[in-house]
């Protein structure tokens, strides 16, 4: 049978069942340990976690999955926000409307469009895009971390729906993507491990974001769409085979 997605080569691959150690289909979940460890054992810092992605310009990315391994090589925190993005401010109103103007904002104010039109997707490419989340919390002693936070979870849900390609033009390096996946993918947080991903809802979140952004990327006339598709997927632990494309350019579909 053809294999058009598979983990991407290391000594942890992406799903237990893959894995070459049998007793391993008992680890149910991926998981992205945070950047910074929480200040007690018993309580994690509110705020958001970042997930650790260490990026290699050669075009290699690794991912840790457990990082507690004392025998695992440690995995470099997420760079600072790349210099110059386009940033996309979001409060309690905005989530709470599920208002996507900062969005038609971040168009007319920074990539030179007028009205409500969807951000120029070759300036977003170029600069790529980052979210600051400025949510109060009711509860003081409320210690969820943004993506356990329903209402936040929907009006991510709501942005995808109306820009699905969106996870393209995000900051990688930043941990931006791991960020926005963790928003639309179901997880648990995890006191050791951080962010832990349910293994094939994450599949499943990775191929139907490639089948969109390999279209889109194509339409709007980017150079290296292949290329620029498998960077994505292989942020999130996936390689992605030439036959996959191979298959989509064979079947094309106009956009509806």
């Keep these: 049978m053809m294999a058009l997605a598979s983990p991407t080569t290391s000594n942890y691959p992406l799903l ?3 894995r070459s150690n049998p007793s391993s289909n008992n680890l149910p979940f991926l998981s992205f340990r ?6 007690s054992p018993n309580i994690r810092a509110r705020g958001d976690v970042s997930p650790a992605v260490s ?17 695992a090589p440690q995995v470099a925190p997420p760079l ?10 979001i409060n309690n109103d905005v989530i709470r409307r599920l ?21 120029e997707p070759k300036e977003l490419l170029e600069h790529t895009v980052g979210f600051t989340i400025n949510y109060e919390r009711e509860d003081p002693y409320d210690t969820r971390e943004v993506s356990e936070i329903p209402d936040i979870r929907l009006w991510f849900v709501r942005l995808d729906a109306c820009y699905p390609w969106f996870p393209v033009v995000l900051d990688w390096r930043a941990g931006e993507l791991a960020r926005y996946a963790a928003m639309l993918v179901p997880h648990q947080i995890s006191m ?17 974001k490639s089948f969109i952004v390999y279209s889109w990327l194509k339409q709007q006339n980017i150079p290296k769409p ?11 632990g996936f390689g992605l ?7 989509i350019d064979r079947h094309p579909l106009r956009p509806s």
């Design 16 to 18: 237990p069942a893959l």
């Design 34 to 39: 945070p950047t910074n460890s929480p200040p």
């Design 55 to 71: 990026f290699n310009p050669s075009g290699s990315f690794d991912l840790s999955l457990t990082g507690d391994d004392e025998e």
């Design 80 to 89: 600072p926000p790349t210099e110059g993005r386009f940033e996309i401010f």
């Design 99 to 119: 208002d996507l103007s900062p969005i038609q904002a971040l168009a007319a104010n920074k990539c030179r469009t007028t009205g409500d039109s969807p951000p």
């Design 192 to 208: 050791r491990l951080g962010i832990v991903f349910n293994p094939e809802a994450l599949e499943l979140f990775v191929m139907k």
């Design 226 to 236: 292949k290329l620029k598709t498998c960077d994505m997927a292989r942020m999130l």
């Design 241 to 247: 085979g030439d036959e996959l494309f191979d298959l």
